[in-house]
């Protein structure tokens, strides 16, 4: 008989190569606390308002057809508190991609926790797009407002912002038509493009799991032991069975997380899980 076990069995990502948590309900029946697995690192699919103020699934099909697969390239992104606090849960700079039904990439997946989190408190999240970070509102506000003469909307942002093609594209998908006769409006939407975010991409796309098993444990914060899960600042390994509340009555059980990483690409962070370093 072992003196210990250590359970690293994966999340329920990417199925095809063996991760498709089918541990779970063997776990479950021995009393453990098993949250459910939840998608991280992963894309979303959007919404647009339509004129009468309702929600419509996805993009335009004018849009998708002609952006989806390009990427958004110098732009931040920004999602505010689920609880309605003052401030942001995320704000970060980098890049994103359209999709079919909505978006991914480097800048979204770094999102996903906080827009999870939104989607699941409140049916939506709302992220702000910032189409040029490097750019004051002031700045962007006075560009917009210089007079154009003869020339389009579209020319004048163009020449002056540097904004055109699927940038440009992107605000005409998500502003209301009259916000184009409004300058200042206009400007403050450069600056803060509302996008909303209404489910995660199905978890079998996702490139990690999020907290799976919950560990109570004196002095730790985080009520989750990632089994192949997502979250840092979490030892190498845990106490999965204590003498109290777990039916399996077993000492010496851990669960050792495959990843212990943050939401979003970490490539240069090392941590040691269960004995070996992983990336």
């Given at each position: 008989?072992?003196?210990?076990?250590?359970?690293?069995?994966?999340?329920?990502?990417?199925?095809?190569?063996?991760?498709?948590?089918?541990?779970?309900?063997?776990?479950?029946?021995?009393?453990?606390?098993?949250?459910?697995?939840?998608?991280?690192?992963?894309?979303?699919?959007?919404?647009?308002?339509?004129?009468?103020?309702?929600?419509?699934?996805?993009?335009?099909?004018?849009?998708?057809?002609?952006?989806?697969?390009?990427?958004?390239?110098?732009?931040?992104?920004?999602?505010?508190?689920?609880?309605?606090?003052?401030?942001?849960?995320?704000?970060?700079?980098?890049?994103?991609?359209?999709?079919?039904?909505?978006?991914?990439?480097?800048?979204?997946?770094?999102?996903?926790?906080?827009?999870?989190?939104?989607?699941?408190?409140?049916?939506?999240?709302t992220?702000l797009?910032?189409?040029?970070?490097a750019?004051?509102?002031?700045?962007?506000?006075?560009?917009?407002?210089?007079?154009?003469?003869?020339?389009?909307l579209?020319?004048?942002?163009?020449?002056?912002l540097?904004?055109?093609?699927?940038?440009?594209?992107?605000?005409?998908?998500?502003?209301?038509?009259?916000?184009?006769?409004?300058?200042?409006?206009?400007?403050?939407?450069?600056?803060?493009?509302?996008?909303?975010?209404?489910?995660?991409?199905?978890?079998?796309?996702?490139?990690?799991?999020?907290?799976?098993?919950?560990?109570?444990?004196?002095?730790?914060?985080?009520?989750?032991?990632?089994?192949?899960?997502?979250?840092?600042?979490?030892?190498?390994?845990?106490?999965?069975?204590?003498?109290?509340?777990?039916?399996?009555?077993?000492?010496?059980?851990?669960?050792?997380?495959?990843?212990?990483?943050s939401?979003?690409?970490?490539?240069?962070?090392?941590?040691?899980?269960?004995?070996?370093?992983?990336?």
């Amino acid at each position: 008989h072992a003196d210990a076990v250590v359970l690293a069995l994966g999340g329920a990502s990417w199925s095809r190569l063996g991760s498709d948590g089918a541990w779970v309900p063997l776990l479950t029946q021995r009393g453990v606390d098993v949250a459910p697995l939840l998608p991280s690192n992963c894309g979303f699919e959007v919404a647009r308002t339509a004129p009468d103020g309702a929600l419509l699934p996805g993009w335009t099909e004018l849009f998708r057809s002609r952006f989806a697969g390009l990427p958004i390239k110098n732009v931040a992104l920004s999602t505010s508190n689920v609880d309605g606090a003052a401030g942001t849960s995320f704000a970060q700079a980098g890049e994103f991609l359209v999709t079919e039904k909505g978006v991914e990439g480097s800048l979204v997946y770094a999102m996903s926790s906080a827009a999870r989190g939104q989607i699941m408190a409140c049916g939506r999240a709302t992220a702000l797009i910032d189409l040029l970070p490097a750019r004051s509102v002031e700045f962007v506000r006075d560009e917009v407002m210089r007079p154009r003469g003869s020339r389009s909307l579209s020319t004048h942002l163009k020449s002056r912002l540097g904004i055109d093609g699927v940038k440009a594209a992107l605000l005409r998908e998500l502003l209301p038509r009259e916000t184009f006769n409004d300058p200042l409006g206009l400007a403050q939407a450069i600056k803060a493009l509302p996008m909303t975010l209404v489910a995660t991409r199905p978890i079998d796309e996702a490139i990690s799991t999020a907290d799976v098993a919950r560990v109570p444990r004196r002095g730790v914060r985080r009520r989750d032991a990632g089994l192949g899960g997502s979250h840092g600042r979490l030892p190498a390994h845990r106490l999965l069975c204590q003498r109290q509340g777990c039916r399996a009555g077993r000492q010496g059980v851990f669960a050792g997380a495959h990843k212990l990483i943050s939401a979003g690409p970490a490539p240069d962070k090392t941590y040691s899980a269960s004995g070996a370093n992983t990336r």
